[in-house]
């Protein structure tokens, strides 16, 4: 749950920091309409908001599962006795 | 704080903040007629605008911007008729280049010289050159004392020096963060266990070898009445040492 919070969060600053790199590149015009760009910067967002929340949830989801296996593997194990 | 909290709060104050830039951007802008509402050209004369050389009237959309550059001065020339019988004075000359909606800058000449029908803007927007690239609208305008007498649109493709401008690496820097942050979510420190209780040594038998010396001899005798040589803590850590009681339980 928190990873995906945080992987969502991260999108969508990376979807409107994205948006506007293009800009600066030339294929996109924000210059005179202000709605349109407002359109293209929320489009850029939600996607990629999205897209690093599945893959933040994912990761953390995955970390999470390691994490619990080395923990329970490494107190299950009683120290060896000569 | 756990790392995981601390990127997701850094995450949520980096998305309002830009919020709040871009609410900046709108509330602070003028208000601006939208290039389809901006007449191209008025009624009272008609121009004709040089913008470096080339003339602006076929460069009205994205696809046929200007290429330029901000690295030096450039120059814009108003040629204008009337279009009626009666004379028409321009005071004024005026660029305005917009983002956002917002004139972002501007460069205007005032001037009074009756009868005339051609001025050279010159404008310099070098201070800007390691700001901003990208695609911008740039609108020319004739005004007689604020009175709009002749308004057209244009773009300009502003192309920076191997797009080294501040917004730019601003914005790359913030893209590999981002990636960062996401990435950093799926490594996760495991603790170190505590190291597994040693192997219990037998009460009764020689001392390991290699073992230092203060372990199997014992401390000196305390002299009576008095401390003892090496004082409290030496004899806390001979106590410490001992080998005749094992750590943990064994047999």
Excluded: C
Aim: aromatic share 10%.
């Amino acid at each position: 749950m928190a990873g995906g919070a945080s992987g969502a969060g991260s999108g969508v600053v990376f979807g409107i920091a994205l948006v506007l790199l293009i800009q600066q590149f030339g294929y996109l015009d924000f210059s005179s309409n202000l709605v349109n760009a407002l359109v293209y910067i929320i489009i850029f967002a939600v996607v990629f908001g999205i897209i690093f929340g599945v893959i933040g949830r994912a990761l953390k989801g995955r970390a999470m599962r390691k994490f619990e296996a080395a923990t329970s593997s490494s107190s299950g194990t009683p120290p060896s006795v000569p | 704080m756990t790392v995981a909290r601390r990127s997701r709060r850094f995450a949520y104050l980096t998305v309002a903040a830009t919020f709040v830039l871009l609410a900046f951007f709108v509330l602070s802008s003028s208000p601006v007629l939208p290039p389809a509402l901006r007449p191209a050209s008025s009624g009272p004369l008609t121009a004709t605008v040089l913008f470096d050389g080339v003339n602006i009237v076929n460069h009205d959309t994205v696809g046929s911007a200007i290429v330029t550059n901000f690295s030096g001065a450039f120059s814009t020339a108003f040629t204008w008729t009337p279009t009626g019988s009666g004379g028409l004075t321009v005071t004024q000359a005026e660029i305005q280049l917009f983002f956002f909606g917002t004139a972002i800058a501007t460069s205007s000449g005032q001037f009074l010289k009756f009868g005339a029908n051609s001025y050279t803007l010159s404008s310099d927007f070098t201070q800007n050159r390691y700001i901003y690239e990208g695609v911008y609208e740039i609108v020319a305008t004739l005004s007689n004392n604020g009175t709009t007498l002749y308004s057209q649109g244009f773009y300009v493709w502003i192309q920076a020096t191997d797009h080294l401008t501040i917004i730019n690496i601003v914005l790359i820097l913030l893209l590999i963060l981002e990636v960062y942050e996401v990435a950093a979510l799926g490594r996760m420190k495991i603790p170190k266990q505590p190291a597994a209780a040693p192997p219990s040594t037998p009460t009764t038998g020689a001392p390991p070898a290699g073992a230092p010396p203060s372990a199997t001899t014992p401390p000196p005798a305390a002299p009576q009445g008095g401390a003892p040589p090496g004082g409290p803590s030496s004899d806390s850590s001979a106590g410490d040492t001992s080998d005749t009681t094992p750590p943990s339980g064994g047999t």
